[in-house]
Each structure stands twice: as C-alpha cells, then as structure tokens.
C-alpha cells in the first residue's frame, strides 16, 4: 500500500538533543 | 525522562507540540538512522500526534514506521536520479 508519509517533509532540528560523546 | 503525556502536549501552544514530539522522536531515530534522524523525524511529526505520542510509548511500532520513511526516501532518492538519468 502507498505510504502517506513525505519525503519531502521538512527536516527537523533538534534543540535539546546533544550528540553522544 | 518522564514520559510525554497528552496534559503536557495539550498545554503547549500547536507548533510548540511538534517540537516537542521531535525531540523525544529524534534521539530514538538517531539510534538506529544517525545520518537521517533529522529528515526521518520531520517526516514522522507530520502524523498526527496522537499517533505520535502512541508511537514514542511503542517501539515496534516506531520501527516500523521510521522503516516505512527510510523507504520512502530511498525511492524518492531513486525516482530522483531515473528522472536526472532521464535529461
């Protein structure tokens, strides 16, 4: 079945999130 | 980290909600996708939040769907480079 999801969706930016050592 | 609950989204304003649904999503994403975390969760936050918010408590089905936009990538990669092969 078709996805509805789009991948052209806009790429999300983290605020809180800091990278694994 | 307590779990995010709908009282908590409710009471954020509505793109403040998607903002916070990413960032619970992302590290999760970061996990298994690294280099697409960041376009797989903003994928992902167009469902709607409900949605989101049973996904953030189930992890099968989170991978299932962090699977299905992975996919949906690639083939959107692929049409895109027929299409370039194309001109």
């Known amino acids: 079945r078709k996805s509805t999801l789009n991948p052209n969706a806009k790429e999300f930016n983290p605020r809180s999130f800091s990278q694994p050592k | ?87």
């Open chain 2, 1 to 87: 980290q307590e779990p995010l609950t709908v009282s908590m989204l409710a009471a954020a304003p509505l793109h403040k909600q998607k903002q916070m649904i990413g960032e619970r999503l992302y590290p999760l994403i970061y996990n298994v996708h690294t280099q697409l975390a960041g376009k797989i969760t903003g994928m992902l936050l167009e469902i709607d939040n409900s949605e989101l918010l049973y996904m953030l408590e189930s992890p099968e089905s989170l991978n299932a769907k962090v699977e299905e936009a992975l996919a949906v990538l690639i083939q959107a990669h692929q049409t895109m480079e027929e299409e370039q092969m194309k001109v």
